[in-house]
């Protein structure tokens, strides 16, 4: 199997850069890393959902969201090791073709949050093959700073699912400490975005 | 299996678009199919079909916070592969509603069917889902807008169990 480059962004940089204006979606996050990226971007002043368990939830439940909110862009954004404990909702969302549902994964090769031990990726799982394979057409591969600014764009295309597999580096998560009361985070979810 | 003298199946369809359920996560099952297949021909509704059950878990709590309300049909064996991710269900208190077809329960053939059949309902009280069995035709509807209402009223997570007594047992 061909090598993949080497990872040399800082999440820290790299996920603020793909997401932009985190007003423009709404957000289902990942556990762990991801949530932190998520939350200290936002401020969780947005409308967002971070997860902090219930691994391998992360796609799917911005699928649901996406699926009742046809006229929002929904964004997920998690890690490799939870996508792939729920990776048969790519091949749900593929079959589905939801166009308002774009998926950033933030790969670092490892799971963070346990020690650091080397996940799939490292060792030449390729997500973008994956997700492609799964029926999601629009797929970027982010290794580097100059691919940033177009994964930026894909995520906002609209015209079918999309997929982000950014390749980070090991440097750690932004420091941030998240609402950890999930019935709280889901009654402002739903007041932001419903009124309710 | 032949056709029951009371319609359940279509009752059961029709009572969950009265209570404004438009979003159906499914895994294909025998005694969901009328169910599944008057959702895809529903043009106000929307027929997902799944890869593994556990997918309805964040598909129903994403259709929550978007406003819509869903509901999760598969096997009781399914049930085995939803545990960890009820965690969500149960966290946030998002209202839940699974319907279950039994199997490994009354007249079952297959051997392979009893463990997890025979562990549905503790597996599903252990994640704090409540449990409302159905044996008789004419209890569906009452039980499933029961399940319903404690859902989507009391923010409460339930599965209604539609048991062998009620859709038969296959022949093995």
């Known amino acids: ?103 950033v994964c933030v790969d670092n090769g490892h799971n963070g949050e346990t020690g650091y031990q080397p996940s799939h990726t490292n060792k030449g799982v390729d997500l973008e093959m994956i997700a492609r394979g799964a029926g999601i057409q629009i797929t970027r591969t982010v290794s580097t700073e100059d691919q940033l600014d177009d994964a930026s764009r894909a995520i906002r295309e609209g015209n079918g699912p999309a997929f982000i597999w950014a390749r980070v580096n090991t440097d750690p998560p932004p420091v941030y400490k998240r609402n950890l009361d999930a019935v709280e985070c889901k ?3 739903r007041r932001r975005l419903l009124g309710q | 299996m032949s056709e029951p003298a009371v319609d ?97 329960d009354f007249g079952e053939q297959n051997a392979w069917q009893y463990p997890m059949g025979q562990a549905t309902e503790a597996t599903l009280q252990a994640m704090n889902v409540r449990c409302y069995w159905v044996h008789q035709p004419d209890d569906v509807v009452p039980t499933v807008t029961a399940a319903v209402n404690a859902a989507y009223a009391a923010n409460q997570a339930t599965a209604v169990l539609l048991s062998q007594k009620l859709i038969g047992a296959k022949p093995f």
């Open chain 1, 1 to 103: 199997m061909e090598q993949a480059s080497p990872r040399v962004l800082d999440r820290k940089h790299a996920v603020p850069k793909i997401i932009g204006d985190p007003n423009d979606f709404l957000i289902i996050s990942g556990l762990a890393g991801t949530g932190k990226d998520v939350g200290h971007l936002s401020q969780e002043a947005g409308i967002q959902f971070l997860m902090t368990g219930a691994m391998g939830a992360a796609c799917m439940t911005g699928f649901g969201l996406a699926l009742a909110q046809p006229e929002r862009r929904v964004l997920v954004v998690t890690g490799d090791a939870e996508l792939l404990m729920g990776v048969g909702a790519l091949a749900t969302i593929g079959a589905e073709q939801p166009s308002n549902l774009a998926i």
């Open chain 1, 187 to 189: 009654l402002l979810f």
């Open chain 2, 8 to 104: 359940w199946p279509n009752q059961l369809y029709d009572c969950l678009r009265a209570h404004e359920v438009t979003i159906f996560g499914h895994v294909p099952d025998a005694g969901h199919k009328v169910l599944i297949n008057r959702a895809y021909a529903d043009p106000a509704a929307q027929s997902i079909g799944l890869t593994i059950e556990s997918e309805g878990i964040g598909l129903l709590a994403g259709a929550h916070l978007g406003g819509q309300r869903a509901v999760l049909a598969m096997q009781s064996s399914g049930v085995g592969n939803c545990i960890n991710l009820l965690s969500l269900i149960q966290i946030a208190q998002f209202p839940f509603v699974a319907l279950v077809s039994m199997r490994g």
